[in-house]
C-alpha cells in the first residue's frame, strides 16, 4: 500500500522518501519468505550419543596405530556396536588422521624428546646503508636455546659455510659428541660438503619441508627477536659493522636474556636465590642503549 501510494506522488519528491519503492517491496518479499518457508530437519539416523563420541576420541587418542575398523571392533567387544561409517565421520570431524599418518610421533614431540641432541641452523640477510645484502649464519642448541653466530658474508660460497661448521665443531670441543641431529632447510647454500661435516661426528642431517617454517621454529624465533630488538632500530654499515652488533647482542642473549623455555633463566647464567631485602640495582647500556642490562650491586 505504501509503495502504491508512493506512485502517486512527483518524481521529485519520491527521491526524499526515506525509502524506495524498491525497498519495501524487496521488505514484502522477505516476510512471504519467512512465512512461507519450513524449518529443515537432520535427515537420515540420529547422530552417535555423546558418551559414545567421547569413547571413540579417546581410543584415537590413546592409541595412535588404530584406525576406524579397529575402534569400532573394541566398541562392539564392549556391547557398543557402531557403524564404521559412524567412527570415520566422528575422527573426520575433529581433524583425526588415519592411523598411518599418526602412529609415529608429531613434529613437536619429536623436537620435545631429542632436544638435548638437536642443533638447528639458518641464514638470514641483512641490507647495509648501501643496499649491499649480507649473510649472516647461526646455529641455536635446542635444549640450552645457546645462540652461536658463526659468521657474517656477501657471498655465502660452499666452502665457507662448510668452514663455518667446522669453526662450531671446534667451539662445541667435547661437547659436539652429546648432539645427534642437525637441523637446516633445503637452502642451496647447504651442500653436500657442510653435511659431511656434521656426518662424520655421527650428527644426523634433518631437512625441513619447503614453506614450513615451524619444523625450524626455535631458529625462526630467533632470527625474530634478532630483527625486532637489534637490526630494525639499526643502521649497518658494513659486514665489520654487523659481526660487532651481532657479537654483542649473541652475548646479551646467552648470558643476560631471560627465556621462558629455562624459567626465565639465561642459557649461560642461572636464576639466583631470591632476596628478601631491598637491593639496588644498576643498569648496563649496549649498543648505544638500544639494550639494557640490569643487574644488582652486592
Known amino acids: 500500500m505504501i509503495a502504491a501510494l508512493a506512485r502517486l506522488l512527483p518524481r521529485s519528491r519520491r527521491i526524499g522518501l526515506f ?5 519495501l517491496l524487496r521488505w514484502h518479499a522477505d516476510l512471504v519468505k519467512r512465512r512461507w518457508t519450513c524449518k529443515r530437519t537432520q535427515p537420515g539416523r540420529p547422530s552417535a550419543r555423546p558418551t559414545i563420541r567421547e569413547l571413540v576420541l579417546r581410543m584415537a587418542a590413546e592409541n595412535p596405530g588404530w584406525g576406524y575398523r579397529r575402534i569400532a571392533g573394541q566398541l562392539t567387544n564392549l556391547g557398543r556396536g ?10 573426520k570431524k575433529v ?34 646503508i648501501t643496499l649491499i645484502r649480507l649473510y649472516c649464519f647461526a646455529v641455536v642448541e635446542h635444549a640450552t636455546r645457546r645462540v652461536h653466530v658463526l659468521g657474517v658474508t656477501a657471498n655465502p660460497t660452499a666452502g665457507w659455510v662448510a668452514q663455518q661448521a667446522r669453526n662450531l665443531l671446534m667451539d662445541l670441543g667435547e661437547q659436539a659428541g652429546s648432539f645427534t641431529f642437525m637441523i637446516r632447510d633445503g637452502d642451496s647454500k647447504f651442500t ?15 631437512l625441513t619441508a619447503s614453506k614450513a617454517p615451524r619444523m625450524n621454529a626455535i631458529t625462526e624465533r630467533w632470527v625474530g627477536s634478532v630483527r625486532r630488538e637489534i637490526l630494525d632500530r639499526i643502521l649497518i654499515i ?6 660487532k652488533v651481532l657479537t654483542e647482542y649473541e652475548d646479551h642473549f646467552n648470558a643476560h636474556r631471560p627465556h621462558r623455555t629455562l624459567n626465565q633463566a639465561s642459557p649461560l647464567r642461572a636464576l639466583p636465590d631470591p632476596v628478601d631485602a631491598d637491593i639496588k640495582v644498576i643498569r648496563r647500556d649496549r649498543l648505544g642503549g638500544l639494550i639494557h642490562e640490569y643487574a644488582q650491586v652486592a
Do not use: K, M
Open 82 to 91: 557402531i557403524a564404521l561409517s559412524t567412527v570415520w565421520a566422528i575422527l
Open 19 to 23: 525509502v524506495t519503492p524498491g525497498t
Open 238 to 243: 658494513n659486514a665489520a659493522h654487523l659481526r
Open 95 to 128: 581433524g583425526i588422521d588415519p592411523a598411518p599418518y599418526r602412529s609415529g610421533p608429531a613434529w613437536g614431540e619429536f623436537l620435545r624428546a631429542q632436544a638435548e641432541g638437536i642443533l638447528a641452523c639458518d641464514f638470514f640477510h641483512v641490507e647495509t
Open 192 to 206: 653436500a660438503l657442510f653435511d659431511e661435516v656434521f656426518r662424520a661426528e655421527g650428527i644426523r642431517i634433518v
